[in-house]
């Protein structure tokens, strides 16, 4: 009765599931960097750290549905052309909105700006939906079965909450970070508009990999100069 059961599901353990298992999660945490950023700058925009906090939370809960339902699908979305279509317009929009938007005077951050976190939530879901377009795909191409994939993509959204936590702070702390994780922003959307077109034109994933680490490293350049208040570079003179 059991074995009827599993076979059911295509609950198929071998050997192999394990290091197939290892390979989704190195592939999500290394793929997911740039979605980490990118998470990180559009929680940034209701500029309050506890709202931030809950933003982040809410929205990848969100995502993470958004997620299951992406790999439950898989083989009937990548019969749309479309669907990559919408998530490289998604994503590129994003970039330019960044790029083009005016940086707050207390800091270097471009918008969007929120007011509420409601406004945010979607935000914050719908750009994680539009990566996971990409490592969905390559996900199932790693592996067939649904319980692997949906496995790796449970710790690839807890690794993300956490990379993306980390991006927070890490923003405020290093001046190019943000632009950084932007351009790679850009290449996921850029990969997914190229595999539209013509999937020979697609790069490599190997490539992909060395292009946003190098970017990243950029982004890890230069730390952000804090200025002393006035007030306290008089008292520290006086004092000496």
Do not use: C
């Amino acid at each position: 009765m059991l074995d009827k059961i599993f076979d059911y599901l295509n609950f198929h353990f071998s050997v192999e599931a394990p290091i197939v298992l290892l390979i989704l999660v190195f592939l999500e945490a290394v793929l997911s960097a740039d979605n980490a950023i990118a998470l990180a700058a559009i929680a940034q925009g209701l500029e309050d750290k506890e709202l931030e906090r809950r933003a982040l939370n809410f929205g990848l809960i969100v995502a993470y549905v958004l997620r299951i339902t992406l790999i439950l699908t898989a083989t009937w979305v990548q019969n749309f052309w479309q669907f990559e279509l919408l998530g490289a317009a998604y994503l590129l929009w994003l970039v330019f909105q960044h790029f083009t938007s005016q940086e707050a005077d207390d800091d270097h951050h471009h918008g969007p700006r929120f007011s509420s976190l409601l406004q945010a939530i979607p935000v914050i879901a719908f750009t994680d939906l539009a990566f996971s377009l990409d490592s969905v795909t390559t996900a199932i191409a790693v592996s067939q079965e649904k319980w692997l994939v949906l496995t790796g993509a449970t710790i690839g959204i807890i690794t993300l909450r956490f990379m993306a936590g980390l991006f927070i702070r890490w923003l405020d702390e290093f001046e190019n970070l943000e632009d950084a994780g932007y351009i790679t922003v850009a290449l996921v959307g850029l990969r997914l508009l190229l595999r539209v077109v013509n999937d020979s034109f697609v790069p490599p994933e190997w490539l992909m990999i060395t292009a946003i680490a190098l970017i990243l490293a950029w982004g890890f350049s230069k730390r952000t100069l804090i200025e002393v208040p006035q007030e306290i570079t008089e008292k520290s003179e006086v004092t000496k």
